[in-house]
């Protein structure tokens, strides 16, 4: 018998579980990626997504091709093509992750559908992209929990399934065809720092990270220039890494880091089981607070382009234009600022964010962009990050904003936080922008507008 198996943000062979059942039930698999025409049409085709993409099929292609196997990739609509493999292929099941946003659970809903009339069965496999399902655990009477912290309580008692070899042979039927790979080359208008992609480049990753990064990790996961986080976020998105063999390894090698590593994992299952259980909050307000943001004016491009006048606002968003990922401290701090010292729409900068991230995803992106704008899962969501004040907790030396905003290289100390303050000639030397806003002026607009003044 056949079956196939659609990966979706789960392109990988080690702990695999879609793979891994479908494998147990048919002879033959058809290890299928459908280039979705829908993904495309909802504006997602990020350029440094689709090249990180490209290494994330190439890797699993390479990895399945060691086993017997191939990927089969094919383009268009995710339903139409899944069926033309299913007729081509005479499978009478279709593996599948579940999703969590609106359009997976759309995709889901249509894949049972048209495969119904086929009589081919559609099997949906939870906890492959987070390492506690969605709705697994929830508050008494409620479907979802809104605040972090009995999440969490519940998240680390819930358990996380063991994590799973990855398959030693697989085999596909001859008979399915497969468009090209894409090629990394191919795509424009990527990020010139931006990271390299697949299940072979994580994996390698995570091995360096829990033999000498980690254990650093609680004291060292906000220090901006020292850049000592995981950066395993891109593999995470596009399912390269197992969240669950990733908190088995943390907790293997334990310790605080550890500890410290694994909570953010359990904040990204958090804002997954929000969505699943809010499928409308990735566009609006989880929690509103009937905010009349700004939604155009000038500063929205001074803060796209890293030229607000805040030296580590911009060193951030240049960082990010950059490479394609930004530090958590950096998107923290450079979208308190856009929503709240500028009191401009969350989802504008939701929007950029994931026309530049390479971990951009819905869940993730959206809830922390509410989380920070006050209308999400923030118990304070009036605090207003003062980015002089994260500058010099955060970058006490200047290096990051030495690193990203090289006009300012030449500043010694304070200064460098502060340039406005070099008056004179050393001022008309330095090519670099007044500040866009007064930060007083700023917040109190913004306490203004939430009542609070
Ligand atoms: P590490 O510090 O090494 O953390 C390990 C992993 O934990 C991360 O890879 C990530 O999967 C998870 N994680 C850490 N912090 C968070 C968090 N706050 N929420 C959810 N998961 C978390 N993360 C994304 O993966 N995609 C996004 O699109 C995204 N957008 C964000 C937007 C804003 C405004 C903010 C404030 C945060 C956003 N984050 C997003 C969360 C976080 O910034 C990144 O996951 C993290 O910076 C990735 O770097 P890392 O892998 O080195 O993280």
């Known amino acids: ?42 504006g997602f085709d990020a350029p440094n997504r689709l090249a990180f993409l490209a290494d994330c099929l190439a890797a699993l292609d390479a990895g399945l091709r060691e086993r017997g196997g191939r990927l089969v990739v094919r383009t268009g609509d995710v339903v139409e093509q899944v069926c033309r493999v299913v007729a ?10 579940g999703g969590v946003s609106h359009y997976a659970a759309r995709r889901e809903e249509r894949l049972r559908t048209a495969l119904g ?47 799973a070899p990855a398959p030693r042979s697989v085999r596909v039927p001859d008979a399915v065809e497969s468009d090209p790979l894409p090629s990394r ?9 931006l990271a390299k992609g697949g299940e072979q480049e994580a994996r390698k990753r995570l091995r360096a990270w829990l033999a000498d990064g980690v254990e650093a990790y609680e004291e060292r996961h906000d220090d901006l220039p020292g850049d000592a986080t995981s950066r395993l976020s891109p593999h995470l998105h596009f399912g390269c890494l197992s969240a669950a063999e990733l908190i088995h390894g943390a907790r293997r090698r334990g310790g605080p880091g ?27 307000d989880y929690r509103p607070r009937g905010d009349q943001w700004r939604t155009d004016g000038q500063e929205i491009a001074a803060w796209q382009e890293g030229s607000t006048g805040y030296p580590v606002v911009d060193a951030a968003m240049r960082q990010l234009r950059h490479e394609g990922w930004m530090h958590n401290r950096g ?47 923030d118990t304070r969501p009036n605090r207003l990050l003062n980015p002089l004040v994260q500058a010099r907790r955060f970058d006490p030396r200047g290096d990051y904003v030495r690193r990203w905003v090289p006009e300012l290289a030449g500043l010694a100390g304070a200064a460098v936080h502060q340039p406005w303050t070099v008056t004179g000639r050393d001022r008309a030397r330095i090519d670099y922008p007044d500040p866009v806003v007064d930060l007083a002026e700023g917040r109190t607009r913004f306490e203004r507008a939430r009542g609070l003044k």
Do not use: M
């Not at 969605?134 to 994590?163: N, Q, S």
């Not at 010292?341 to 929007?351: K, Q, S």
């Not at 920070?372 to 899962?377: I, L």
């Open 1 to 42: 018998s056949v079956a196939v198996v659609l990966f979706t943000s789960d392109l990988r062979l080690y702990d695999q579980p879609v793979l891994a059942a479908a494998l147990r039930r048919a002879d033959e698999v058809v290890p299928l990626f459908v280039r979705d025409r829908g993904v495309t049409e909802a």
């Open 88 to 97: 081509r292929s005479g499978a009478r099941e279709v593996h599948l992750a």
């Open 117 to 163: 009339t086929v009589r081919c069965a559609l099997h949906v496999h939870d906890a492959v992209i987070t390492a506690v399902p969605p709705g697994r655990i929830t508050p008494a009477g409620k479907d979802h929990f809104a605040v972090f912290t009995p999440y969490l309580r519940k998240w680390e008692a819930a358990g996380v399934r063991d994590a």
């Open 185 to 193: 080359r191919a795509v424009t208008g990527t990020s010139p720092g």
């Open 258 to 284: 550890a500890d410290a590593f694994v909570r953010q994992l359990a904040w990204r299952d958090f804002h997954h089981q929000v969505l699943a259980a809010r499928p409308a909050a990735s566009w609006s």
């Open 331 to 377: 998107r923290l701090l450079a979208a308190s600022f856009l929503t709240k010292t500028l009191y401009v729409d969350w989802r504008v900068g939701a929007r950029h964010f994931l026309d530049l991230l390479v971990d951009g995803d819905i869940p993730n992106n959206q809830l922390n962009w509410q989380w920070v704008a006050g209308t999400g899962t």
